[in-house]
Each structure stands twice: as structure tokens, then as C-alpha cells.
């Protein structure tokens, strides 16, 4: 009986939805991913990575989404940019796709989000209940930082989720949902 269990216990992680498969994966960086570091990098393509000692918000959710989701963020917002360019932000000064940086930048991962049909209604403010483990949600640091997390399946006594992100200190679990504006809301299909 105990070896039934534990056999059907090693193959729950097969049939978790896509949420928690994010939420796992994004765990397994904390402690690990130690230091915010923006630094601009050349990176192998596909699969490019900084190293997993550092990195930024947007990292964390590449990291997660290649981990647990086998989904490469870099490739697909690469040939996305590549094919429809203007469908994404100009605010860096670009005349063409990067493949080094593109995935790194919040408002590109928002109109990727957005035309994969992954967006969500905005929630009334200080509204949680719309959140589920694993939703990708964006707000504004101030004075205008744009920054990404995702929702941990983990919760704060009074029922608030936690999320997974860096934000200046390493990736780290903790209670930062609804701190800043929140400036999108999306769950992977």
C-alpha cells in the first residue's frame, strides 16, 4: 500500500495544470537566483539564460516557463517580434528585434501575454480572489519600474497570495500582490 502511494504521489506533478507546474519551477529559484542584475547580455539562442545566480524580474518567469512549462519565452517572443514588430512597445529606440533582451522586458512580455489571448480583466482594487496559482500578474514600481510575478499557490494568513519574484534582493516567495498598481493580469492556456 505505501508503494502505491508513493508511486501515485511521483506522478501527480504529470497531471498539475500549468499554473502549478509555473509555481514549482519558480520556487526551485529561490535561494538560488541571489541578485537583481539588469546588465544587458549577449545570450545563446534558443535557451539563453544569464546566470542563475542573478537576473531580474522577468527571469524568474522565463526560468519558471522553460522549467516547468518546457515553453521557451525567448524564442517565442523573438519570432513574435521578428514577424509582427510593430505590434510591440518602441519605448527602447529599436528599429528590429533583439533576441539578448526582447524576452527580458516587461511591456514586451505584456503584448506577448496579450496576443496569445492570456490577458485577463484588471481586478477591482484589493480584490484577490481573482488570482490563481501561477497567474502572471504586472504592475508599475515606482516611479514607473515596470515589473512581473507570478502568484504562489501559498497564502498569507488573511488569505492573500503570495508571489514569487525579484524585485531587488534574489528571487524570493513573499506577500507583494498587491503593493504596487497592478497593470496586468494573465493566466497561461
Known amino acids: 500500500m505505501k508503494t502505491l502511494a508513493l508511486f501515485l504521489f511521483t506522478l501527480l506533478p504529470l497531471h498539475a495544470q500549468s499554473g502549478d507546474k509555473l509555481v514549482v519551477a519558480a520556487r526551485t529559484q529561490v535561494g538560488v537566483t541571489v541578485a537583481y542584475d539588469p546588465a544587458y547580455v549577449g545570450l545563446t539562442y534558443p535557451n539563453g539564460d544569464v546566470p542563475k545566480d542573478r537576473g531580474v524580474c522577468t527571469d ?9 512549462l518546457s515553453v521557451d519565452l525567448q524564442k517565442l517572443v523573438h519570432e513574435d517580434m521578428r514577424d509582427h514588430f510593430d505590434a510591440y512597445p518602441k519605448q527602447w529606440g529599436l528599429s528590429r528585434p533583439d533576441r539578448n533582451i526582447d524576452h527580458r522586458r516587461v511591456p514586451n512580455l505584456r503584448a506577448w501575454f496579450k496576443r496569445r489571448g492570456f490577458e485577463l480583466p484588471l ?22 519600474l515596470p515589473h512581473v510575478m507570478i ?39
Open 60 to 68: 524568474v518567469l522565463i526560468r519558471a516557463a522553460r522549467e516547468g
Open 123 to 144: 481586478p477591482k482594487a484589493g480584490d484577490v480572489s481573482v488570482f490563481l496559482p501561477g497567474d502572471i500578474v504586472t504592475c508599475t514600481v515606482p516611479p514607473n
Open 151 to 189: 502568484v504562489s499557490d501559498k497564502k498569507t494568513a488573511d488569505g492573500k497570495p503570495l508571489v514569487i519574484h525579484n524585485i531587488g534582493k534574489g528571487a524570493r516567495e513573499e506577500d507583494s500582490l498587491v503593493v504596487f498598481p497592478i497593470t496586468g493580469h494573465y493566466r497561461w492556456k
